[in-house]
């Protein structure tokens, strides 16, 4: 099996430029170690490398190439291990930006309906899988200021004409938000629904709406499985260590920030979750 390419929705969206062929392993078969060591063999890297990778956690992304050819290759070394292994096309990916936001939701009997949106219906035979996740930023922020300060030495060389002189500060602080969302993956392959705890009206949840929204999140999720029975339910992405990290910066006079997000990097996971479960051999 090769690599899936852009599937059918309304909206296909790429975070990698250039597109970029991703190897990733969803299953082990057999000991970290013995895999490991193949995939330094394959990989020309070392079995302690390999290890990291794996024991970070499942799916782990094995290999990213502007080249289809190399992850093609390992594609299939991989699976003739006896691994559950996914490969992708990341411009196949949606961003959860892009993906239908169930801000308003409402259960009917047949499917999920969103009041907001003209035409939004999701059957519950429709539902291949709910994966519930967390986004994590980390901003680190470096704040200068700079001030006068009297100086006794400058006021005695200037006969007092000259009091002060400018000073200068640098203060570093970091934040951590954490954002939990449940992605709604179709088994017809349209564009993926997303639920996001924070920011969600929750009216449609009737006599079950709760005080928090934590607790309105997880009640939608209880819901969303009794009415979508056959979807598979997945939580390893609420600890994704494995998650690529995407780096930005900004700037304003006096003030710089870096933020590292996992956002994008979960949103490739998910993907490879969802694209491994729809191929995957039957059981």
């Known amino acids: 099996m090769g690599f899936p390419g852009p599937q059918t929705s309304s909206r296909t969206h790429a975070w990698y430029l250039p597109p970029v062929h991703v ?18 063999a394959d990989l020309g890297t070392t079995a302690y490398e390999e290890r990291l990778k794996l024991a970070a956690g499942l799916p782990v992304i094995v290999l990213k190439s502007a080249d289809p050819e190399p992850a093609a290759a390992l594609l299939a070394k991989i699976r003739a291990r006896g691994h559950g292994v996914i490969g992708c096309d990341a411009s196949a990916v949606v961003p959860s930006g892009a993906m239908v936001s169930m801000r308003r939701f409402a259960f009917e009997p047949d499917a999920l309906v969103l009041p907001d949106v003209p035409g939004a219906r999701l059957p519950w035979d429709d539902v291949l899988a709910l994966f519930r996740a967390m986004h994590t930023t980390r901003t680190e922020t470096l704040t200068e200021t700079k001030g006068r300060k009297f100086s006794a030495g400058r006021a005695l060389l200037s006969g007092g004409l000259m009091m002060t002189k400018t000073v200068a500060s640098e203060e570093r602080s970091e934040s951590t938000e954490r954002d939990q969302v449940l992605y709604v993956f179709r088994a017809g392959q349209e564009t993926p ?14 006599t079950q709406l709760g005080p928090a929204s934590a607790q309105n999140f997880l009640t939608t999720i209880a819901r969303l499985r009794a009415l979508a029975p056959r979807a598979v339910y997945d939580e390893r992405l609420m600890t994704p260590r494995s998650a690529p990290t995407r780096a930005s910066r900004t700037a304003s006079p006096g003030t710089e920030s870096h933020a590292f997000s996992s956002g994008s990097g979960v949103d490739l996971l998910a993907h490879l979750l969802a694209q491994w479960i729809s191929t995957r051999p039957p059981r």
């Open 23 to 40: 190897v990733a392993i969803v299953e082990l078969a057999g000991p970290i170690e013995a895999e490991a060591a193949a995939l330094a």
């Open 193 to 206: 629904w997303l639920l996001r705890e924070r920011g969600t009206h929750y009216t449609g949840l009737g």
